[in-house]
């Protein structure tokens, strides 16, 4: 393995959603992440959370299947689990069960405590008790969730890694390991200090589509062109309003000020009419290239071929499955692009000969259940 994690070992429970994804960002960056899976299946080429991955099928119900566990987590750095509370302290994979130095993540959406910790939960609910769904959608409309982005994967994935690898920073100064606890509740509402911050000033309204970044400015929105696609604005500072403004042609009335608040409305109609006149595309090729802040609004087919996409190499093609290159990017320890997905426990003999099982051992433990 390359990349900057190389020197980490990780074993990941296989679940859904965030843990996968932490495990699989961790394996961009080099780290050798083994999933503990509960039956072997065929390898998946589209299920991407997976790549990069090494996987085991154990069933941790049996005696011999929990001592492969244990056995990997006796050399593991890190341990991944998304379970409701509870769970694997009942299969005796607990924290008090684990090696001292391991640092064992866990990944759930309310927490380990409270009185919700144990109830079922998804990307909608957890965002709902943050306050930011609320936030987000038309005025007149109910709130839209934007897909599963910012629960599971900005307050949940990024967190838990985040607790991960400061972890491992400081098991370097103790020499000793510790849980790290990332609930989707807590990490949602640590994204939104600077909302806080304009609530607690008075400069943001508790109120859908009434404010600076929630669509209600004419600067910072998205507007339909003639081909029925679409174009985003995000001219935010004075300076790049201007050029905005000056280079699409579009009204501001004398005397009106960006941020008047009363104008938005009628403001955001009459720019509207203007970027009805002219397809996405004319318009990025009138706009490319300045400080006006804006971008196409591309589709998933269509975000891969863009210019600056391209250039960077963000997309990659892997046995005809489009997907993100690793990132972030280092200048000496840069990850390799990843493969295909393997089959789930398709290493299943290869890891546990490493642990000393030979051949013998390992067709009895299948035989008698152990390895799935």
């Known amino acids: 393995m390359t990349g900057p994690l190389a020197s980490l070992q990780v074993i990941e429970f296989s679940g859904l959603g965030p843990a996968p994804l932490a495990g699989q960002l961790l394996a961009d960056l080099g780290a050798d992440v083994i999933t503990i899976d509960r039956k072997s299946?065929?390898?998946?080429?589209?299920?991407?959370?997976?790549?990069?991955?090494?996987?085991?099928?154990?069933?941790?119900?049996?005696?011999?299947?929990?001592?492969?566990?244990?056995?990997?987590?006796?050399?593991?750095?890190?341990?991944?689990?998304?379970?409701?509370?509870?769970?694997?302290?009942?299969?005796?994979?607990?924290?008090?069960?684990?090696?001292?130095?391991?640092?064992?993540?866990?990944?759930?959406?309310?927490?380990q405590t409270g009185p919700w910790a144990e109830t079922a939960g998804h990307d909608i609910n957890y965002l709902a008790m943050t306050g930011a769904l609320h936030a987000i959608g038309p005025a007149d409309q109910p709130p839209v969730p934007p897909l599963n982005l910012v629960a599971d994967f900005g307050g949940g994935t990024m967190f838990l890694l985040l607790g991960i690898l400061s972890a491992v920073i400081e098991r370097g100064v103790s020499g000793k390991g510790q849980v790290v606890d990332a609930a989707m509740v807590d990490g949602v509402p640590a994204l939104m200090g600077l909302i806080h911050g304009m609530l607690a000033r008075g400069t943001w309204q508790n109120a859908r589509g009434a404010n600076w970044l929630d669509g209600a400015a004419p600067f910072y929105r998205c507007y339909a062109?003639?081909?029925?696609?679409?174009?985003?604005?995000?001219?935010?500072?004075?300076?790049?309003?201007?050029?905005?403004?000056?280079?699409?042609?579009?009204?501001?009335?004398?005397?009106?000020?960006?941020?008047?608040?009363?104008?938005?409305?009628?403001?955001?109609?009459?720019?509207?009419?203007?970027?009805?006149?002219?397809s996405r595309d004319d318009w990025m090729a009138l706009l490319e290239g300045s400080d006006a802040c804006a971008a196409p609004v591309l589709d998933f087919s269509e975000?891969?071929?863009?210019?600056?996409?391209?250039?960077?190499?963000?997309?990659?093609?892997?046995?005809?499955?489009?997907?993100?290159?690793?990132?972030?990017?280092?200048?000496?320890?840069?990850?390799?692009?990843?493969?295909?997905?393997?089959?789930?426990?398709?290493?299943?003999?290869?890891?546990?000969?490493?642990?000393?099982?030979?051949?013998?051992?390992?067709?009895?433990?299948?035989?008698?259940?152990?390895?799935?």
């Not at 990069?52 to 056995?71: E, F, I, Q």
């Not at 081909?227 to 009335?253: C, H, N, R, T, W």
């Not at 393997?342 to 299943?348: I, Y």
């Open 41 to 111: 299946a065929p390898a998946d080429r589209t299920d991407i959370n997976r790549r990069g991955k090494r996987s085991v099928a154990l069933n941790l119900k049996s005696t011999d299947g929990l001592a492969v566990a244990k056995a990997l987590l006796s050399q593991a750095d890190i341990l991944i689990e998304g379970f409701r509370p509870g769970v694997m302290e009942r299969l005796g994979l607990g924290p008090s069960d684990c090696p001292e130095r391991l640092i064992y993540g866990r990944m759930t959406g309310w927490g």
């Open 303 to 372: 975000a891969a071929a863009h210019p600056q996409n391209a250039a960077r190499d963000v997309f990659y093609e892997e046995d005809g499955v489009t997907q993100a290159s690793p990132a972030p990017r280092f200048s000496r320890t840069q990850a390799t692009r990843p493969t295909s997905p393997p089959a789930v426990g398709g290493d299943t003999d290869d890891i546990l000969g490493t642990l000393g099982y030979d051949a013998k051992t390992r067709a009895r433990m299948r035989d008698e259940g152990a390895l799935t």
């Open 225 to 278: 062109c003639a081909d029925g696609k679409y174009i985003s604005v995000g001219a935010l500072e004075p300076q790049f309003f201007a050029e905005l403004v000056a280079k699409a042609g579009l009204p501001v009335p004398d005397g009106v000020a960006q941020n008047d608040t009363a104008h938005w409305p009628a403001q955001s109609a009459a720019f509207a009419e203007v970027f009805k006149r002219k």
